[in-house]
């Protein structure tokens, strides 16, 4: 289903809680909606659901405008933060449910149930009670009922958040691989950048009630189009005054500048071809990271955090070593933008 | 120390309710058993058991039906201001401190003949004190909170996500209240019909002054019981006591039953 929403609004009393968020979403998508706790994901999904009214703004799905539907009549499944299974019935009969409802006949009932229950993984748990199953099972089971009905648009809100770590990984590849198998349009709700960037095809940012950011994983990352943004995916550091740094000498409008720990190279001299462009700095930190160091250096007044591979000459505190900043991500009030290192642009086309 | 407590506490459980009960049943029989069927077999005690019967089953559907109601508005009704919902809950509770015997009276001043409203039903045909539907008034009364503080704890503990649930799931209220909300508060309402039963049973205060205490027309069990006693007509009053003593004790083992299946469930 193509699902297009415009302009949409919502308070909760005095608290503006989503602010004119346009979004659309082509036919058979993932998308997941990223952003810290309290920004307003929830409410966007349930306002889609019909369990919330929007203040203004219109949500269409399929060309029709069903704001005014009942969530009965959405065509949706939602997958809820805290599963709300129904605990007094089976795995069985959650599932069965929403066919129920559809008025199905029982031998109909039974082979889709029996088919969802295959597909989740949950054979042999059908006669369980919810408060007999894991956490992970429980998912599965919210999973299986609500693709139960056929829904047009899967609605999940934060379908990991209480599943420790390490089945959670199991979980998000098994998501992706059955959300690509049935083919359903679907929306995720995440405040994990990690599950974001693996699981979606695009990625909704979403801060403060509005839409920060909208694209691919990938874009978000080369192309972040607030600071917030470029602050929130990936690891940084804030530099204040960048023009002190080599290569970034002409940035004269940047108050500030974002430096991911990959933007950065370090290492003594024999290791850079462009040694002129590099900037002398001490390691202050030295923190190992199981596949590699991390290391703090301080250049100037500023300390800047990078990676280094474990295949090379391993470095000391206190050592001094030349950093290569390749770009940097610079804002100030008004605008932002991605700044390659000067110098090494000009050393390049010299060499050419 | 552990064993004198226990000792101590069927003490003062044979003082309060073993030994009046023996007495009770000593009484009622004290003529043989032929004196305490003679007691009952009365005209005047046969319709005072009818009437309670029917005051209890009326009064304990219409609490079914409302308790339950005002429970799910008090929890639910977030459209409601907080301070109204806070008002309402207060008042539910207003039975437990205003004397029955207070609030019988305060039916009759707002709904006897008197008054605009009672006279108005009068004139329609509708005696309302004095009468069978004021009994029922006077029993609700002090037997709501009974229904509603039973279900309001299940209710604030489910939330409302199971039933948002299923109405993603396409189920509409009717469904969604049978086959998710009822299965979950199903035992408190089981509670609160048995409290509200055992209470409308035994009131007698608020029946009193409504019910005017008129022979074979509004007297209660306990009202008859009342009367028996001030005519000096012991062996019959321990007779119908003793009937209504056994009705609660049952009801009470009832609850306990009831109670050991819903651990077992
Ligand atoms: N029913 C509600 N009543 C009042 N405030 C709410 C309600 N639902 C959400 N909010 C507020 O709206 C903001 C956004 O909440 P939510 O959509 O749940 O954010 P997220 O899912 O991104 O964490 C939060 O500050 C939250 O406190
Ligand atoms: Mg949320």
Request: zero cysteines; charged letters at 20%; hydrophobic letters at 45%.
């Amino acid at each position: 289903m193509h699902i297009e929403v415009r302009n949409l609004d919502k308070h909760f009393g005095q608290f503006h809680a989503v602010k004119d968020v346009s979004f659309s979403i082509e036919k058979g998508h993932l998308i997941g909606l990223l952003g810290p706790s309290g920004g307003g994901k929830t409410s966007i999904l349930r306002m889609l659901a019909g369990l919330e009214t929007p203040d203004s703004g219109d949500i269409v799905f399929h060309g029709q405008r069903v704001n005014n539907l009942p969530p009965q009549e959405r065509e949706i499944g939602f997958v809820f933060q805290n599963y709300a299974l129904f605990k007094h019935m089976t795995v069985f009969e959650n599932i069965a449910f929403g066919l129920k409802v559809k008025k199905l006949k029982k031998p109909a009932i039974r082979e889709r149930v029996q088919e969802l229950v295959e597909l989740t993984g949950l054979s042999g748990f059908e006669n369980r009670y919810p408060h007999q199953l894991s956490g992970g099972q429980r998912q599965r089971v919210a999973f299986a009922r609500a693709l139960a009905p056929e829904p047009q648009l899967l609605l999940l809100d934060e379908p990991f958040a209480a599943i420790d770590a390490k089945i959670r990984q199991e979980l998000r590849t098994w998501l992706r691989e059955l959300i690509e198998r049935v083919g359903i349009t679907s929306i995720f709700v995440t405040h994990d950048q990690d599950e974001a960037i693996e699981v979606a095809d695009e990625i909704m940012i979403i801060n403060g009630g509005r839409v920060e950011q909208k694209g691919t994983p990938w874009d978000i990352y080369k192309q972040p189009s607030t600071p917030f943004v470029a602050s929130f995916i990936g690891e940084s550091t804030i530099i204040e005054d960048v023009n002190r740094l080599k290569g970034f000498e002409n940035s004269s409008q940047a108050s500030r500048a974002l430096i991911r720990p990959e933007y950065i190279e370090i290492g003594h001299a024999g290791e850079f071809r462009l040694l002129s462009a590099t900037e002398k700095g001490t390691v202050r930190h030295l923190h190992f990271r199981g596949s590699q160091w991390m290391v703090e250096v301080e250049v100037g007044a500023s300390r800047l955090i990078t990676y280094r591979s474990l295949e090379k000459e391993t470095l000391e505190v206190g050592q001094e070593v030349h950093v290569l900043v390749h770009r940097a991500y610079l804002f100030n009030e008004e605008e932002s933008w991605i700044a390659e290192n000067a110098l090494k642009a000009d050393n390049v086309s010299m060499f050419i | 120390m552990k064993r004198l407590w226990i000792t101590l506490t069927w003490l003062v459980f044979s003082i309060l309710i073993l030994i009046p009960l023996v007495v009770l049943a000593t009484g009622a029989f004290g003529e043989g058993t032929s004196g305490f069927i003679k007691a009952l077999a009365r005209p005047e005690a046969l319709h005072a058991l009818k009437m309670t019967g029917l005051i209890v089953l009326v009064v304990t559907l219409l609490n079914g039906l409302f308790g339950i109601m005002m429970g799910i508005y008090l929890v639910r009704a977030t459209w409601l201001s907080r301070r109204l919902r806070q008002l309402f809950n207060s008042i539910v509770d207003l039975p437990y401190a205003v004397s029955p015997v207070i609030g019988g009276l305060m039916i009759v001043l707002l709904l006897g003949p008197d008054t605009i409203v009672g006279a108005f039903f009068e004139q329609i045909g509708f005696k309302v004190v004095y009468a069978f539907p004021g009994m029922v008034i006077a029993t609700l009364f002090v037997t709501f909170p009974l229904m509603v503080r039973e279900v309001m704890p299940v209710l604030q503990e489910l939330g409302t996500d199971q039933e948002q649930a299923a109405s993603t799931l396409g189920a509409y209220s009717w469904r969604t209240f049978w086959q998710v909300t009822w299965p979950s508060i199903r035992w408190a309402v089981i509670y609160g019909t048995i409290l509200t039963v055992a209470r409308s049973l035994g009131e007698f205060g608020a029946v009193l002054v409504v019910s005017g205490n008129i022979i074979n027309k509004t007297q209660t069990a306990t009202t008859l019981v009342y009367q028996d006693m001030e005519n000096f007509n012991v062996t019959a009053a321990n007779g119908v006591a003793l009937v209504l003593a056994v009705f609660s004790i049952g009801l009470l083992l009832l609850m306990e039953r009831a109670k050991k299946r819903k651990e077992v469930h």
